[in-house]
């Protein structure tokens, strides 16, 4: 037992004098990096970074380097606040402010004093920094955009606010993240990995090597690049049909959900929102109430569907079994229930393929009487025709890559009863729901999403604007396929019903020569509150389509506010950018000089001016 105690005692101590080792070499150094340790410095290596390609490989945005000007508060020596400013260009009063700033952040760590200076500016400081101790420069890169287009589908870069900084340790003050947009969505991807390097300094505070040999220290590692679904050609032109107009379009390839625009109209150049006027411009596009540049309507904006509601309202029809192809329903001019009366245009006898390529009002009120009579209740029938919109992705967040969303509104028996309170309605007090002016609300993206399904008769993929990552997957919920409530056997004569609107409907003089286009024209009324007073606005245009009619390659919604009827700007509109995806060149010379020579200023004026309005058209 004694022969075993020395041994033992002295494996202990080893143990003991190995275990403190460690703790001062390793976890005492690691604590020590990670103070004020005003023996340490600590430079960071930012990466760049990841490109963004658009679906043909063609760059989008790049990058370009950038310089910001860093402060370390408490190294601050003999400093001639005069020539400094006038060197950088800013007041004593803003210098005085940045560098109360960075004080509050850490008096002992370097925080972004004046960032991104171009290669002018950083020349000029770079020449004279010796004379300026406690300021130093750190390289980084901004974005370059290698087109004036898609703002809102890239989002853009800023500085990272107390709160990102709380809730995320991996950024640090000055730092640059991704908002909106890919840019936000992809940020942990894009941004790369920083490099890290830690510097030992003496007592006269000057660098004497890296610490602890650099065994600390790290390297930077660029961005993943990322390849977009997005056609920027059909992107650009898009944007430029919009010109003057406000509103939103969204294209996807229906067989993949595959995004191949996102237009919101007004917009912007990204380039506004780099370099230091990055913030000056953003402030101006931010208060720009009227027109809201920033505010993405394609994914934001949630509208009445209009007549494209009409779609559903005979699919569901047919599901239910209260309509086929023949039944047919008399039109005079209007649909009467109790003392109301709906108007329509139309009149005669009207079968599906003809209420569908004539949008009439009156074929579509009566089967939604009858999909909501079915029931024994109203507040069933609702929830059943409720149901089956849900299906198609309606009055729910898609589930999209992109940050911004709405709902829409697919109303239930819940509603009504809180409206009317239980057992107070019936199918006619509701009626309106049946050609998309009740109290269904969707957004661009929503009704795009609608036609893939209906192009792909029954079935739709998440809408996504992310192809590829380089080193990484997608996310596996992009190549689901999602059902719907409507079985296959329906699709087909509705869609020779939309087929038949360009043939010899609502959108005849719309037509493509070589291409079998599928769609609905549409006209929603639109209201807006003007001093408290609810006022009605000129209609809003709204078009949906696919094509070819036999392996659709593209589903489109337009919507233009205050745009008169369907067949008058959207229309249009749909109809260029399909030809210009599908043949790449435009024929319709004719449609696209009196689509992009047309303006819509003077509607919107007329908020302010007080003018009136044209309305019912």
């Known amino acids: 037992m004694r022969k075993a105690i020395l041994p033992s005692l002295i494996i202990f101590v080893t143990i003991a004098i190995l275990a403190r080792l460690f703790y001062l070499q390793i976890i005492?150094?690691?604590?020590?990096?990670?103070?004020?340790?005003?023996?340490?410095?600590?430079?960071?290596?930012?990466?760049?970074?990841?490109?963004?390609?658009?679906?043909?490989?063609?760059?989008?945005?790049?990058?370009?380097?950038?310089?910001?000007?860093?402060?370390?508060?408490?190294e601050i020596k003999n400093l001639d606040t005069l020539k400094f400013c006038e060197l950088v260009d800013i007041t004593k009063e803003e210098f005085d402010k940045k560098l109360k700033k960075a004080i509050v952040y850490s008096p002992r760590l370097p925080s972004v004093f004046l960032p991104q200076l171009n290669k002018r500016e950083y020349a000029a400081f770079q020449e004279k920094i010796r004379k300026f101790e406690g300021f130093y420069i750190q390289k980084r890169s901004l974005r370059d955009y290698q087109v004036s287009v898609g703002a809102n589908v890239f989002g853009f870069i800023t500085q990272v606010n107390p709160a990102i900084i709380e809730k995320n340790p991996y950024y640090k003050s000055g730092d640059l993240i991704g908002k909106?947009?890919?840019?936000?969505?992809?940020?942990?991807?894009?941004?790369?990995?920083?490099g890290v390097k830690y510097i030992q300094r003496d007592k006269f505070n000057r660098d004497i090597g890296p610490y602890k040999d650099g065994i600390f220290d790290?390297?930077?590692?660029?961005?993943?690049?990322?390849?977009?679904?997005?056609?920027?050609?059909?992107q650009k032109y898009g944007e430029e049909l919009m010109q003057n107009k406000r509103g939103g379009i969204v294209a996807i390839e229906p067989r993949t959900g595959e995004i191949l625009a996102l237009i919101s109209a007004p917009t912007y150049d990204p380039a506004l929102l780099v370099g230091r006027q990055r913030s000056k411009n953003y402030t101006a596009l931010y208060n720009d109430s009227i027109a809201k540049p920033l505010y993405d309507r394609g994914l934001l904006a949630e509208y009445p569907p209009g007549s494209p509601f009409k779609i559903l309202t005979a699919l569901i029809g047919l599901q239910e079994e209260v309509i086929d192809e023949q039944t047919t329903f008399?039109?005079?001019?209007?649909?009467?229930?109790?003392?109301r009366f709906m108007k329509c245009h139309d009149s005669g006898g009207f079968s599906l393929n003809?209420?569908?390529?004539?949008?009439?009002?009156?074929?579509?009120?009566?089967?939604?009487?009858?999909?909501?009579?079915?029931?024994?209740?109203?507040?069933?029938?609702?929830?059943?025709?409720?149901?089956?919109?849900?299906?198609?992705?309606?009055?729910?967040?898609?589930?999209?890559?992109l940050p911004p969303g709405r709902r829409g509104n697919v109303p239930t028996s819940k509603l009504y009863d809180k409206y009317y309170s239980a057992g107070g309605w019936k199918s006619t007090t509701i009626i309106s729901n049946s050609i998309g002016q009740g109290e269904v609300l969707m957004t661009p993206i929503q009704l795009c999403n609608v036609m893939c399904a209906v192009a792909n008769q029954g079935y739709y993929y998440t809408p996504h604007v992310i192809k590829k990552i380089k080193n990484h997957t997608i996310d596996k919920k992009f190549t689901t396929k999602h059902q719907t409530t409507i079985d296959k056997q329906y699709f087909p004569p509705v869609i020779q019903?939309?087929?038949?609107?360009?043939?010899?409907?609502?959108?005849?003089?719309?037509?493509?020569?070589?291409?079998?286009?599928?769609?609905?024209?549409?006209?929603?009324?639109?209201?807006?509150?003007?001093?408290?007073?609810?006022?009605?606005?000129?209609?809003?245009?709204?078009?949906?389509?696919?094509?070819?009619?036999?392996?659709?390659?593209?589903?489109?919604?337009?919507?233009?506010?205050?745009?008169?009827?369907?067949?008058?700007?959207?229309?249009p509109i749909a109809s260029l950018m399909i030809e210009k995806y599908l043949k790449g060149k435009i024929t319709r010379t004719d449609l696209e000089k009196k689509i992009l020579n047309s303006s819509l200023e003077s509607e919107y004026a007329k908020v302010l001016s007080g003018e009136p309005f044209r309305i019912n058209l």
């Not at 290596?45 to 408490?74: C, H, T």
């Not at 790290?218 to 059909?234: C, E, R, Y």
């Not at 009566?366 to 999909?371: A, L, R, V």
């Open 28 to 74: 005492d150094d690691e604590y020590k990096l990670k103070s004020e340790n005003n023996a340490i410095k600590i430079v960071y290596e930012y990466p760049e970074r990841g490109y963004i390609y658009d679906r043909n490989g063609k760059l989008l945005v790049a990058n370009q380097p950038s310089y910001d000007i860093m402060v370390v508060p408490r």
């Open 180 to 194: 909106q947009g890919v840019e936000e969505q992809y940020e942990e991807f894009l941004r790369g990995r920083k």
């Open 218 to 234: 790290t390297i930077s590692k660029q961005g993943d690049d990322v390849t977009l679904t997005l056609d920027i050609n059909i």
């Open 330 to 339: 008399f039109c005079r001019r209007g649909f009467s229930y109790g003392n």
């Open 354 to 401: 003809a209420g569908i390529y004539s949008s009439c009002n009156t074929y579509f009120a009566n089967t939604y009487k009858k999909i909501i009579e079915k029931y024994p209740k109203p507040a069933y029938g609702v929830d059943a025709w409720s149901n089956h919109l849900k299906s198609f992705g309606l009055g729910n967040f898609m589930g999209y890559d």
């Open 497 to 571: 019903g939309l087929f038949d609107v360009y043939n010899k409907g609502t959108a005849s003089r719309l037509q493509v020569e070589g291409i079998e286009i599928c769609g609905k024209t549409g006209t929603a009324e639109n209201f807006t509150k003007i001093n408290g007073q609810r006022v009605q606005l000129t209609d809003h245009s709204i078009f949906v389509a696919f094509a070819p009619k036999d392996n659709p390659k593209i589903a489109i919604a337009v919507f233009v506010e205050n745009g008169y009827w369907g067949a008058r700007i959207a229309g």
